[in-house]
Structures are given as C-alpha cells and as structure tokens.
C-alpha cells in the first residue's frame, strides 16, 4: 500500500480509537470521583485539594484498568496498522490514559504490541490534550516534524491538540454523528471507521489545505 509521500508518521488517540468504544464509562468514572458530568476527569482532579487528589487517582486507575482489561481492538484497527507499518509510517500513541493501562489494553491486540509503536505518549509523559504537548513530544521521539504527522481520534480533544501542533487530523466516528466545532476543532477530514482512514492516507489532494510550503 502506498501512502502520500507528505505523511510520516501517524498518532492515534488510544480508547475509542484503537479500541472499541464503549469500554470506559465515563459517566460511572465521575459519578465514583464526584466529578461534575460536563468537567474532564484529569482537570477536575488536579483542581482538588492535594490531600484529596491520592484517592480519587486510586479510583480513577482502578475503573481504567478494569476497562483495559475488558477493551477490544476497534473494528479494523489491526489490519489498519499493519498497513501503515508496512508502508514504512511510523505509529504513534497518544492518550489521557496512563501507560498501564494501554500496556493491558494492547494484551488484547492479536497483530500488535507496544513495540510497534515508535511514540507511545500517555499522561505520565505530557499535559493532557487538549494541550499540544503530547504530539510535539511523539513528534520529536518519531523523528518527524509535527507537520508531517496525521493525529487520529474520536472526541474533540484530540483534533484540538492536532491542530494547536500543526499536525494534520482525522476525526473517527465510529458511525456516529460527528460533532464538530468550527472554531476549535475542525479536522482535516472525517472518517467513519479504518478502512475509510487507509483510504485518505494514500489519497493526494485530501491534505492540500494545509501541506506545508
Ligand atoms: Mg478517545
């Protein structure tokens, strides 16, 4: 399979993305932590008081990690990556999860493991996206500038970071709507699964909008 020649390198977003959606409740993850619904769990937790922070990081890593055990590869994920590699991209993982738990996650992956990955960023690593951080940091541990790097993700977030990065972004759906705010976080294009990813990746004018000069 060929890819277009200005791709290097692409950064997947991990739960959702390389898994199925669906293993990490987050709605029962802030109801446990107290986490007002419309907050992000590792902002709302890094705003306690540090005394309270220690035990509310114990339940937030004990619902991950019963998660990851129970996560699946997302439909096509596989076949996706080895594509990817074998047409010399380099991967890359970047998660608001820890590293645990994409280590036990990736247990599950039949085609895969961690060693494929040449950047593998979680947030021991970064600041959370959607800071940029995490993909300037696999960026530079991938050996490509950030222009050449294609970050993929399901939720706003990541297409955020992408875009404050300079990298280019896919936004998966999964077959869901996608919801898209113009100002903040317009990707690049849209993609309903991985098949659809592989398809853009060797297609030429899709990028045109922001190749670099
Ligand atoms: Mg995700």
């Given at each position: 399979m060929r890819f277009h020649p200005d791709i290097r390198g692409v950064l997947f977003d991990?739960?959702?993305?390389?898994?199925?959606?669906?293993?990490?409740?987050?709605?029962?993850?802030?109801?446990?932590?107290?986490?007002?619904?419309?907050?992000?769990?590792?902002?709302?937790?890094?705003?306690?008081?540090?005394?309270?922070?220690d035990p509310l990081w114990q339940?937030?890593?004990r619902h991950e990690l019963k998660a990851a055990a129970k996560s699946r590869p997302n439909t096509g994920a596989e076949p996706?990556?080895?594509?990817?590699?074998?047409?010399?991209?380099?991967?890359?993982?970047?998660?608001?999860n820890s590293l645990q738990s994409v280590q036990k996650a990736l247990l599950t992956f039949e085609h895969i493991d961690l060693n494929d990955f040449a950047?593998?960023?979680?947030?021991?690593?970064?600041?959370?996206?959607?800071h940029p951080g995490?993909?300037?940091?696999?960026?530079?541990?991938?050996?490509?500038?950030p222009a050449l790097l294609v970050v993929v993700g399901d939720f706003h977030f990541d297409i955020i970071?992408?875009?404050r990065a300079s990298a280019r972004t896919i936004?998966?759906?999964?077959?869901?709507?996608?919801?898209?705010?113009?100002?903040h976080s317009c990707p690049d294009y849209v993609c309903t699964c991985f098949e659809e990813i592989l398809q853009v990746l060797c297609r030429p004018?899709?990028?045109s909008r922001r190749l670099p000069a």
């Open positions: 991990f739960d959702g993305t390389l898994t199925l959606p669906g293993a990490l409740d987050f709605p029962g993850i802030k109801k446990a932590l107290g986490c007002p619904l419309d907050e992000p769990i590792l902002e709302f937790i890094q705003q306690q008081p540090p005394h309270k922070q339940v937030l890593i996706c990556l080895r594509a990817l590699k074998e047409g010399g991209i380099a991967l890359g993982i970047f998660t608001r950047a593998v960023i979680t947030r021991e690593d970064s600041p959370p996206k959607p995490g993909v300037l940091a696999a960026a530079q541990a991938m050996g490509i500038l970071a992408g875009n936004l998966l759906t999964n077959g869901k709507l996608p919801q898209i705010d113009e100002d004018p899709v990028f």
